[in-house]
């Protein structure tokens, strides 16, 4: 996970369509609190607002087809899922815990609660939203979201991931419980995600080999500098991974 900046303007879809509807939903929630508390009436989903291409474009853009949460790069040709970072419908503290009715409901539309996520990471994360303190959870609009203190991190609102999160190899080690509760949530260990940064790792490990190889050509080792540099640039897929990897000295020609 890395640090991402998105502007303040959000795509028009959600200033007017977006903005209508979150508008209603308040209004009907008022209307009939009890009834959205308990879950027997819901709101309608609008995918074509949230997910709109206006939001799906620019998201893409501002995470460099990257998913937010697990760097993996595969939005341009596989599914991938506009995520709530407060989920809309409903939400759970954590596995076992109970349901609660509704979910963020005001924030479905909300520029800052959208990011673009893989299939896999969403359907981990699904709508869990784990908070330091269960019973400062904000229920509904009328109430500001200041009293919550998310674990979950959010990659665009976190100035310095790094303190929470580090790889050890292929793996992500938490360093503090915020980063634990990210990497169960978010499934950040899964093996076929391992496995995917290991292949990038080896990839870096044969570059790092022929960077350092004095008896190669100095356009050869000077290309595979170059390479390696261009690993830990935002749109690199796992460059949170190959930094700290660099950051070791494993790889003695590293930038
Ligand atoms: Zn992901």
């Not at 200033?15 to 009436?41: I, P």
């Not at 919550?148 to 976190?158: F, I, K, Q, R």
């Not at 500098?225 to 690199?236: D, E, G, L, M, Y």
Request: aromatic residues 8%.
């Amino acid at each position: 996970m890395i640090h991402l900046d998105k502007p303040n303007d959000a795509p028009p879809v959600l200033l007017r369509r977006g903005a209508t509807v979150t508008l209603k939903n308040c209004e009907a929630y008022v209307r009939n609190r009890a009834a959205y508390d308990s879950g027997k009436l819901k709101f309608d989903v609008h995918t074509n607002i949230y997910g709109s291409s206006q939001v799906r474009k620019a998201l893409k853009k501002f995470q460099h087809n990257k998913c937010c949460y697990c760097e993996s790069r595969h939005l341009a040709t596989s599914a991938s899922r506009i995520d709530h970072f407060r989920p809309h419908g409903a939400v759970r503290q954590g596995k076992g815990s109970r349901r609660l009715y509704p979910g963020y409901y005001w924030l479905a539309y909300d520029w800052d609660n959208l990011v673009i996520s893989c299939e896999k990471c969403n359907r981990m994360k699904s709508d869990y939203f784990p908070l330091e303190k269960p019973s400062k959870r904000v229920r509904n609009h009328l109430d500001s979201l200041d009293r919550e203190s998310p674990l979950l991190l959010n990659p665009y609102t976190e100035a310095d991931l790094s303190k929470h999160l580090a790889f050890e190899g292929s793996a992500c080690e938490p360093r503090t419980e915020r980063g634990r509760v990210s990497v169960t949530v978010l499934g950040l260990n899964r093996l076929e995600l391992q496995e995917e940064r290991q292949c990038r790792l080896n990839e870096l490990a044969t570059l790092c080999v022929i960077a350092r190889e004095s008896s190669l050509s100095c356009a050869l080792r000077g290309q595979a500098k170059h390479q390696i540099a261009s690993f830990v640039q935002p749109n690199a897929r796992y460059s949170a991974m190959v930094r700290d990897y660099l950051a070791s000295g494993k790889c003695s020609s590293g930038p």
